[in-house]
C-alpha cells in the first residue's frame, strides 16, 4: 500500500498542465485512499478534499466521491462517510460505483443494520468469479455472523483466492472469532482472533481501527466497532 501512495504521487507530480483531468483524479484518488489505509487520515482525506475542490465536476469528481466515501468506510468515519455519500447519486455507469456499493454496505454494517449490509454486498461477485471482490465478501461475513448465518464456505473461499490481501483475511477471520464469540468460548474465540492476529504484517496494523480495537488499543467511536459488536451478539436493533 504505502509503494501505491509513492507511485500515485509521483504520477500526481509528473500530469502537464492542462492534463487529462480524470487522469488527475484518478491518481489522486488512489493517493489518498493509500495515505487513509496507512493510518494517515488527516493527509489522505486532505488529499481527496482538496481534489474535489479542484475537480469538482465531471467523472473525475464522481469517481473522488466515491474515493472518499471509500476511504470513509475503510477506517469506520461514519460521519464523513454519509456526509459525502449524500452527494453521490446511485448509477451503474459511473465510474467507482461498484467500490461505493460496497462502502455503502460496509457502512450499513457500522450503523448495525446487517440485514441491509449483506444484500447489499452480495452484489459483489463472489471469491472464484471473475471481478471478484474479496474486501466486500469478508465484510458479507461480518453481516453474515450478525445475522447468525453460517460463513465457513465464504471465509474458506477467501482464504483460497489469490486476490485476497491482508486485509480482507483479516476481517474474514474476524467474522469467525465472533462467531465463536456468540457461543461464550472465550479460549476458542481467543484463539480464534489469534488467527485473525496472524494475518497482520509485520509491525502491527495501520490500517484499521477495528483490528486495533480488538486488540484493546484502539477508538471505540469508530463504526467497527459496531459491526463487531452486532455480529458477537452483544447489541441488537431490536434489543
Not at 480524470?22 to 489505509?37: H, K, T
Not at 454494517?109 to 461477485?125: I, M, R, Y
Not at 465472533?178 to 489469534?194: I, M, N, P, Q
Amino acid at each position: 500500500m504505502l509503494a501505491i501512495a509513492f507511485s500515485s504521487q509521483a504520477a500526481v507530480t509528473h500530469f502537464p498542465e492542462g492534463a487529462d483531468g480524470l487522469g488527475v483524479s484518478q491518481a489522486l484518488a488512489v493517493l489518498g485512499i493509500a495515505l487513509v489505509r496507512r493510518g494517515r487520515l488527516g493527509l489522505g482525506f486532505q488529499v481527496l478534499e482538496n481534489a474535489l475542490r479542484d475537480h469538482s465536476v465531471g467523472p473525475g469528481a464522481k469517481l473522488l466521491h466515491s474515493a472518499t466515501i471509500a476511504a470513509a468506510a475503510t477506517v469506520g468515519d461514519v460521519a464523513r462517510f454519509e456526509g459525502f455519500e449524500a452527494l453521490v447519486t446511485t448509477d451503474p455507469e459511473v465510474l467507482g460505483e461498484a467500490e461505493r456499493r460496497v462502502s455503502r454496505g460496509i457502512a450499513y454494517l457500522q450503523t448495525g443494520d446487517p440485514q441491509n449490509a449483506v444484500d447489499l454486498l452480495a452484489e459483489s461477485p463472489l471469491p472464484g468469479n471473475e471481478n471478484e471482490s474479496v474486501w466486500a465478501c469478508a465484510a458479507m461475513a461480518i453481516g453474515l455472523t450478525a445475522l447468525d448465518l453460517p460463513t465457513a464456505e465464504l471465509v474458506d473461499a477467501i482464504e483460497a483466492s489469490s486476490r485476497a490481501t491482508y486485509s480482507g483475511r483479516v476481517i474474514a477471520r474476524i467474522a469467525v472469532a465472533l462467531a465463536v464469540a456468540r457461543s461464550d468460548d472465550a479460549a476458542a474465540a481467543e484463539t480464534a482472533l489469534g488467527r485473525a492476529r496472524a494475518a497482520l504484517p509485520s509491525g502491527g496494523d495501520v490500517l484499521f481501527p477495528a483490528i486495533e480495537v480488538l486488540t484493546g488499543m484502539g477508538i471505540p467511536e469508530s463504526g467497527w466497532w459496531v459491526a463487531f459488536e452486532a455480529a458477537v451478539g452483544r447489541w441488537r436493533l431490536d434489543a
